[in-house]
């Protein structure tokens, strides 16, 4: 049996040349946390984590990694499980007279859920190693290449208003054939501006999605739907405000026909699934990287198709594919940014990974999820 010898988490951040905004936050950096666990009998697995702070996540994975010490490296289940049931009081939990750690406390749920998501994936990338053999084909897929999009249109406080169709633009020309737009910062009107010259820059057989951050109130985002319809808007990502549920969602679905997308703030299936099975998303996009890991994210997928919601999984193109190469049927396809301005770290942190190009994820052949990481060129954003 191959069992989990070590837990390790390194957190890396890159400065941005410019800060840039969402219609939510200011960033500055683009940052990962990566987790590394060891085998005793050699193998190592990475998994990736893209939560705050990084320095709690890293506590957490270490803390887990812990209790996930000498369990079977390949059964990345009942590891999820075990370390899942930390999240919740059980009995002789209290001050952990079991020998486990107590309870983990509620306010850091985020944090812990990252730190779960990270130990989890980095089982599937041994398990694909073990097995010689790379996590698409462990799903049944075929390593197809896989439809990808490039996300672009942050907003820099200081830039023309029609910055956003030039960028865009540019990724089109790069050869992607889907590109989504960050909206929702400014005025309707300033946004429908921003929204029309896009779409003449890009033209009209490119599909354009809108990324709205969760900006809106139900009344407001109908409002906003309606000015975007006739630019030919493909779906509304995270549309309405953080608090707002699937109910919120529905009613909005039943006001205007573009296709709603929405997931990667979910920590759960159970969550996901409420949204799901509410029949007001056409996209779900859970993230492995964020909450929960692949495991979950799988999970997820599963019962989307059941409910006829297409999979389009949020960023990390190189391990996200992998899942969506299991779901030929409604697996949308994958994120990706166009260029290094938002995501510096992802153009410089690997020495082997699936390639995007031509608006497409070409997956290798490697066991696992066929990546290896620069080392010695992270080390210079290591935190």
Not at 258 to 264: D, M, V, Y
Request: glycine letters at 10%; one cysteine or more; proline letters at 6%.
């Amino acid at each position: 049996m191959t069992r989990i010898a070590s837990v390790k988490a390194r957190a890396f951040s890159a400065p941005l040349k410019h800060p840039l905004w969402t219609a939510h936050e200011e960033l500055h950096s683009s940052s990962v946390v990566l987790v590394e666990v060891s085998t005793d009998d050699g193998l190592t697995g990475i998994g990736q984590v893209h939560g705050a702070p990084m320095k709690l996540v890293c506590q957490y994975v270490e803390k887990l990694g812990e209790v996930a010490r000498g369990m079977d490296a390949t059964a990345q289940v009942p590891v999820w499980e075990k370390l899942m049931a930390l999240t919740s009081p059980r009995p002789t939990g209290m001050g952990g007279r079991d020998g486990l750690p107590q309870p983990l406390p509620r306010g850091d749920r985020p944090q812990i859920m990252a730190a779960i998501g990270g130990i989890d994936s980095a089982l599937w990338d041994i398990k694909g190693k073990a097995l010689g053999v790379p996590v698409w084909k462990l799903l049944g897929g075929e390593g197809k290449p896989l439809f990808t999009y490039a996300t672009g249109g942050y907003y820099e406080l200081d830039a023309p208003l029609h910055a956003c169709a030039a960028e865009l633009e540019g990724f089109v020309k790069r050869g992607y054939r889907a590109v989504k737009l960050k909206t929702a910062g400014l005025s309707i009107e300033k946004e429908v501006e921003r929204i029309k010259a896009t779409r003449a820059a890009i033209g009209n057989d490119v599909l354009l999605m809108l990324d709205m951050n969760a900006a809106y109130d139900l009344e407001e985002c109908i409002r906003f739907a309606h000015a975007v319809e006739p630019y030919g808007i493909y779906w509304l990502e995270e549309p309405l405000h953080w608090y707002l549920q699937p109910a919120d969602f529905a009613v909005l679905a039943r006001n205007t026909p573009i296709p709603l997308a929405h997931g990667e703030r979910e920590m759960t299936r159970f969550t996901a699934r409420d949204f799901i099975t509410s029949g007001a998303l056409g996209f779900m996009q859970f993230d492995s990287t964020r909450f929960a890991g692949f495991t979950e994210s799988l999970r997820v997928s599963h019962l989307a198709e059941q409910h006829g919601v297409r999979i389009a999984p949020h960023l990390v193109p190189e391990v996200h594919a992998h899942l969506v190469s299991a779901f030929p049927r409604l697996g949308f396809g994958v994120e990706s940014h166009g260029g290094p301005e938002r995501d510096p770290l992802w153009f410089e942190m690997f020495t082997e990974r699936a390639q995007v190009r031509d608006g497409q994820v070409h997956l290798n052949d490697r066991p696992g999820f066929g990546f290896d990481i620069d080392w010695k060129a992270m080390e210079k954003y290591r935190v």
